[in-house]
């Protein structure tokens, strides 16, 4: 009987001294959340937004590029001789919440947005299993000049407001997808060929085929456009080329317009008859505040 | 008789000191010289387990809670470079050796054992020092990493590689663990 009390004893320390401390680390593990980063590479996919929002105290510098459509021809040197820009800069107040501004030379247009992560994706199965960000610009048309106009222009003419749902899946390392429901306002339209309030969905994705380089593309489907309307959907291709704190985005696209409301609802190209142009987006990021 | 030893087993069991203590803070660093720019990041999440009678220890130390000052850094760092989605954990598993149970003050010691990083697991023997005392055990270590024993790239900032070596800095106290 003693002896099988001490050998008991001595199996029980035994099975103590052999279990694995890794595992049992595992087990005491306080587990806390975790989330997936980097669903995209950017703030902007090609023309459009994404879920991603910059980082606490970050401020990006974006200076986006347009050219003129290729078919345009060797007069135009294949539209290199015609280029749009847009100026603009956003920051991270939070790290869900941004904001930007910027300026484009299409219309002479200025924006001022705000975007907020209202859910991200998680990394551990448990939770949500998209990212989703509330998108909100506001833009005014500063060209023609009321004292150039043709016709009786007042400031609220011109406004113009875009709301979106941005919502992604990073599937893997490599892939990540959107969907992007939006609804752009404009205050003044031509009744003929636009409404005031034209509705959207936008697709999007991105392929990561090295460390630093993503393949990317866009397209967003107008609903109940009127009969005529002389505008196409905007689609766009591009490459991402990540250096450091530099992006570069190299796009082609059948937009020229860099607001949401040019590129979304005034896209003049169609694609597919050569209307192509190309351009390219090059953010650089600077750390303001440094993180605790 | 029976009862005689089952009392004095109990008895050893109540006066006998702790076997396993477990972290109750945790501070890693990593640190690299460059000429640009200094790149440094510390994390308070790592976890340490230790078997002060057999000199088994181990330790994990989450990826994703390394802290960088500027978060797009951070951001490279689990995306680019340690693929933290891939490989969430670092661990470290092996035999605390050089130390004695009841001795006063800081011992040298080695940790000889497996080193997991990025995925890829090398055998490794890491120096540095021990305190016990009745309730707390505290390691220190200091100790260098090669990127590329780890199959990690070296990253560049602006057009300067960074050091081939980072110097992780590790710092456990460890309280005693009873489940």
């Known amino acids: 009987m003693k002896n099988s009390i001490i050998l008991l004893l001595i199996f029980a320390a035994n099975s103590c001294f052999s279990q694995d401390l890794l595992a049992e680390l595992d087990q005491a593990a306080p587990k806390s959340p975790e989330y997936v980063s980097s669903t995209f590479k950017s703030t902007r996919l090609v023309n459009g937004q994404t879920v991603e929002t910059k980082g606490k105290g970050a401020l990006e510098f974006i200076f986006a590029h347009r050219f003129g459509p290729i078919s345009s021809g060797a007069y135009e040197l294949y539209g290199l001789d015609q280029a749009y820009v847009r100026l603009g800069l956003e920051y991270g107040i939070t790290d869900r919440l941004g904001t930007g501004f910027g300026r484009n030379s299409q219309d002479k247009t200025m924006d001022a947005y705000l975007r907020y992560k209202v859910l991200r994706q998680r990394s551990d199965g448990a939770g949500s299993p998209v990212t989703l960000t509330a998108f909100g610009i506001a833009a005014v048309k500063t060209s023609p000049r009321t004292e150039d106009a043709t016709y009786d222009i007042q400031f609220e003419d011109r406004l113009s407001y875009t709301g979106q749902l941005i919502v992604a899946r990073k599937f893997n390392s490599m892939l990540s997808l959107q969907l992007v429901p939006t609804i752009v306002h404009k205050n003044a339209v031509e009744p003929e060929i636009e409404s005031n309030n034209q509705g959207l969905l936008g697709f999007g994705g991105r392929l990561k085929v090295t460390r630093s380089i993503a393949l990317t593309t866009e397209y967003y489907y107008r609903f109940n456009v009127p009969s005529g309307n002389p505008y196409y959907n905007p689609l766009g291709f591009g490459v991402d080329i990540e250096t450091g704190g530099h992006v570069f985005q190299l796009v082609m696209t059948n937009s020229r317009g860099l607001t949401e409301r040019a590129y979304l609802t005034e896209t003049s190209g169609d694609f597919f008859k050569g209307d192509i142009s190309l351009g390219f987006n090059v953010t650089r990021t600077f750390q303001l505040k440094k993180q605790k | ?179």
């Not at chain 2, 990826?63 to 689990?78: A, G, P, V, Y």
């Not at chain 2, 023997?125 to 309730?135: E, V």
Request: net charge neutral; glycine share 4%; hydrophobic share 40%.
């Open chain 2, 1 to 179: 008789m029976k009862s005689l030893i089952l009392l004095g087993c109990l008895f050893v069991a109540a006066v006998a000191p702790a076997q396993k203590f477990i972290s109750e803070t945790s501070n890693v660093k990593f640190f690299s010289k460059a000429t640009i720019e200094d790149i440094s990041a510390t994390n308070v999440k790592s976890m340490c387990l230790f078997n002060m009678a057999s000199g088994e220890i181990a330790f994990v130390i989450p990826i994703r809670e390394f802290q960088f000052e500027k978060s797009l850094m951070q951001e490279h760092f689990n995306e680019k470079y340690l693929e933290t989605e891939k490989f969430p954990k670092s661990t470290f598993q092996g035999k605390l050796i050089g130390y004695t149970q009841d001795a006063k003050g800081s011992q040298e010691v080695r940790a000889q054992g497996k080193l997991t990083i990025h995925g890829v697991t090398r055998d490794v023997d890491i120096p540095g020092t021990a305190d016990f005392d009745s309730h707390r055990v505290a390691f220190v270590s200091k100790f260098l990493v090669r990127l590329e024993d780890y199959s990690i790239p070296r990253p560049q900032v602006l057009w300067q590689n960074i050091a081939e070596a980072v110097e992780v800095s590790i710092d456990f106290i460890l309280k005693p663990y009873e489940k």
